[in-house]
């Protein structure tokens, strides 16, 4: 009995043996296999490897016949690694900074300003990024180059466009498309949002030279003279109250002229807020509109209607601000 005991003893030892070296070869094959996939790039939990732009790539512990390959990768990142995380960085600061500077609404501040100085140093390292970015694209056997993710180019292009510098925005695309780097934070590619700042240019020209443009006025034109009336001063009251709302009661003005009485924030007849016609003839306001969208005009019956579209007008402020 005691014999049949060792026997059965033995037998379990053998089967328990031979499943260890089963399960040993199964996860070296599978080891060789993750190896083959990333071209030298060993990681032994089966996943792809890290960005090449992270700040701490993990590198796995390579196989015998690998170590040249994960030494090449290793000696790449290190010398440019401090470009890598000069750029981590300045990513982080940017966007805490124009997260600040948008509390101010304001594109021509100096909060603003800063955010435009932080994108330029930031763009400076673009060409040593995207050679960085091919260089490891060529270790991998990989015709495919992934660009890092660079918000500045986008920022930078959008800051201009809000600013109405559209020949700056359009070099700002310019750049990035020389380099070769894909608009990757958004759905739009540098090549379309050119294309738009490029017809937005066109038509900020078209209106300089029709400022510009110096016309004899006709002997009909010589009799009118500009009549502010006393509903046009009403409507200015009126959206100046709106204003106060929002604490820019004192930055709204207003400008007449003979085809209609416009209320401009700061001055500027570029950022007017509403267009009005109360004399004779149907009575009727317009408001600014964003981006080309179409004229957003509402007819009214008195100055007093405004009040209906205080909301609409307290949008539009904050919009040009």
Known sequence: MEGSQIIILIAIAVVAFLLFRTQKKSKNAKSVKTSKEYSGYVDTTGYAPPSPFCDNPVFARPLKEHREANHQFRMLRMEYDTIIKRHNRMQDRISRTAKAARDFKDYSGPEMQ???????????????LMEY???????????????????SFRRLALIYERQGKYEEAIDVCNQAIQIGLEDVNSNISYKE???????????QDAQRNAAVTVTTPSMEQTKKEVKTTREELETFEIVRAIGAEINVSDRITYKDTLSYFSIQLDGNSRAWICRIKVEAGPKWVTFHTMNNEKEDKVRISSPKDLYQYKEKIISVIQSLM
């Open 133 to 151: 970015a091919k260089k490891w694209a060529a270790m991998q056997g990989s015709k495919t180059v992934y660009p890092p993710q660079y918000d």
């Open 114 to 128: 800063e955010v435009i100085d932080l994108c330029k140093r930031d763009i400076q390292d673009a060409p040593a």
């Open 193 to 203: 949002r050119r294309a738009k700042l490029i017809e937005k240019a066109r038509g």
